[in-house]
């Protein structure tokens, strides 16, 4: 779908319109106009919903612009898909030049429908995508990229799509018992308990997918286990689909380790974000190294996520950044 040219220009500046034909207003624009407010100040101009219209008026280019990503978000509407703040941002970025990759022709196939309810859970980026697609072709994938990028939900998500399938029986979910910055100490309770803390992002996942009562019953039935790194020594996971999250903190011995526990019929994802390291210096992290050693090994893919990636709030992308800009990546201020 195009935009046509409402066909006069003054001092300047062009008007132009996109047809909202079989659109709900409410879908598009957002509760209480949130998502028009937050498209028109992309802007130096005006963008005007009558009936089922937008007239975007403004300076040429700002309106070619904005002319292209409203007809992306009618077809996104049109595809079954929702329109958030994420998704503006992306399609602004990508049409203005400023970042977000094209999404292959597949863009919009549901991944998932989550927590029982027919809400689909689909790749939002380009490096998104390539992730998944990397996940169904390779035994072996590194998803390395800063914070909100979706490098933990999607694993999860694609996890739960194996084990649905039956392509797999369970689910490992693995840290490494790292804390960040801080000593929490004594932690009481059975292993379990002492665990949950770390794992908490991987079960808040999880409870997005699926819900926090259907979480219990597959980790009390064992189809879900959450184990620390240091517990992996000495197993083999076979029909398993065995994610390894904030790989960062892992050393190069324990990555060896935990790679070479995979079995037959199972898959293993590994996520983390090499700006945060919270190994105490000297201690070499695995996830930095690994791809010196892996990088050509057949079976192993190596996908890189950046902030065109990141689906939180769009500050987290300016937030993100400005550490870069003032050269702070694992805590430390570069020389």
Known sequence: MSG????????????????????????????????????????EGTIVVRGHRMVIEGELQEVET?????????????????????AISYLWDRRSGNGGEELPADDGEPLLFAGGTRKAVRAKTGGQQRFVSAVRDHDVVFAIGPAGTGKTFLAVVMAMDYLNRQLVDRIVLVRPAVEAGEQLGFLPGDMQEKIHPYMRPLFDSLSDIVGASRISRLLGSGVIEASPLGYMRGRTLNNAFVILDEAQNTTVGQMKMFLTRLGFQSKAVITGDVTQIDLEVGNRSGLVHVREILGDTDGVRFVDLDGRDIVRHPLVRRIIEAFDSAGVTDGREEA
């Open 4 to 43: 046509r040219i409402a066909g006069n220009r003054r001092q300047g500046r062009v008007k132009r319109s996109v047809d909202l034909e079989g659109i709900d207003s409410l879908d598009l624009l957002g509760v209480r106009d949130a998502n028009l407010r937050l498209l028109e100040e992309k802007i």
């Open 66 to 86: 904005m002319e292209a990503v409203a007809c992306d978000l009618v077809d996104r509407l049109r595809r079954g898909q929702t329109i958030d703040p994420v």
